[in-house]
């Protein structure tokens, strides 16, 4: 399975669980205008947020709401962009993004739950250096589409890797190309089902003892329920 084949799987189960992902996506799109702007042609970060939102089945108006908190226009909380690193179980790498409006009590937070799945919390770089930062694009195989043929359209946009999987094709870019190519690919019709900047594990870490893979669960679980979590990272290996 490719690099991204698990992320997309897993994926699909985490937002049909999560009741809370319009408070999450809300603050992506609240930071997004608020650091370049209400207009998503000229801003590419908001650009990918709303996008992503809408795929989410956000109302459009909680969009709009959300981009005008962030531009000023509305009043609303400032939040703050952090990340935390840490190992799970079995050494697991875990990197974490986090959009909140009180570091204090999300960092209380994100510690205990380290703590709770028997892993560490670390210091800014313990791990980040076990993942790469790219943009990830992932087209399904349906009815006649030619995975040659989305190849050499993702060669030619300016992708740095592409892979055929069993029912969808996997592309990556650098991240200052991320736009670009995602823009190439939409224009010539292509349907998403992811499109996104993320971080990709570039080694990755098994778990056999039982104890680990269930304190490995429960600590991606804690962490995702969290209202400032926006993303967890990690290089465990899942079956």
Same mark, same amino acid.
């Given at each position: @399975?490719?690099?991204?084949?698990?992320?997309?799987?897993?994926?699909?189960?985490?937002?049909?669980?999560?009741?809370?992902?319009?408070?999450? @996506?809300g603050?992506?799109?609240?930071? %997004?205008?608020?650091?370049?702007?209400?207009?998503?042609?000229? +801003?590419?970060?908001?650009?990918? %947020?709303?996008?992503?939102?809408? %795929?989410?089945n956000?109302?459009?108006? +909680?969009?709009?709401? &959300?981009?005008?908190?962030?531009?000023?226009?509305?009043?609303? @909380?400032?939040?703050?962009?952090?990340?935390?690193?840490?190992?799970?179980?079995?050494?697991?790498?875990?990197?974490?993004?986090?959009?909140?409006?009180?570091? +204090?009590?999300? &960092?209380a937070?994100?510690?205990?739950?380290?703590?709770?799945?028997?892993?560490? $919390?670390? &210091?800014?770089?313990?791990?980040?250096f076990?993942?790469?930062h790219v943009?990830?694009? &992932?087209?399904?195989l349906?009815?006649? @589409?030619?995975? !040659?043929?989305?190849?050499m359209?993702?060669?030619?946009?300016?992708?740095?890797?592409?892979?055929?999987?069993?029912? /969808?094709?996997?592309?990556?870019?650098?991240?200052?190309?991320?736009?670009?190519?995602?823009?190439?690919?939409?224009?010539?019709?292509?349907?998403?089902?992811?499109?996104?900047?993320?971080?990709?594990? =570039?080694?990755?870490?098994? $778990?056999?003892?039982?104890?680990?893979?269930? =304190?490995?669960?429960?600590?991606?679980?804690?962490?995702?329920?969290?209202? !400032?979590?926006? =993303?967890?990272? /990690?290089?465990?290996?899942?079956?």
């Amino acid at each position: @399975m490719g690099r991204i084949g698990t992320i997309i799987n897993r994926k699909g189960k985490q937002d049909a669980k999560k009741a809370k992902i319009f408070t999450k @996506m809300g603050r992506v799109l609240m930071v %997004a205008a608020r650091e370049g702007g209400s207009d998503p042609e000229y +801003n590419p970060t908001l650009k990918t %947020a709303i996008e992503k939102a809408k %795929a989410s089945n956000m109302p459009g108006e +909680n969009i709009d709401r &959300a981009i005008k908190k962030g531009a000023g226009e509305l009043e609303g @909380m400032v939040f703050e962009e952090l990340t935390y690193e840490g190992y799970g179980p079995g050494g697991v790498a875990v990197l974490v993004e986090i959009l909140t409006d009180n570091k +204090n009590r999300t &960092a209380a937070d994100v510690r205990s739950y380290f703590t709770k799945a028997k892993g560490n $919390l670390g &210091a800014n770089g313990c791990v980040g250096f076990l993942f790469d930062h790219v943009g990830v694009i &992932a087209i399904d195989l349906v009815e006649d @589409m030619d995975p !040659d043929t989305i190849e050499m359209d993702a060669i030619e946009s300016g992708a740095s890797d592409f892979s055929v999987e069993e029912d /969808h094709v996997e592309i990556i870019t650098d991240p200052q190309d991320f736009g670009v190519v995602r823009d190439y690919l939409k224009d010539r019709g292509y349907d998403f089902s992811m499109a996104e900047l993320r971080y990709l594990p =570039n080694t990755y870490t098994r $778990l056999t003892e039982e104890e680990d893979l269930k =304190n490995m669960s429960k600590l991606i679980d804690l962490l995702e329920d969290n209202d !400032d979590v926006q =993303n967890v990272y /990690h290089n465990w290996e899942e079956e």
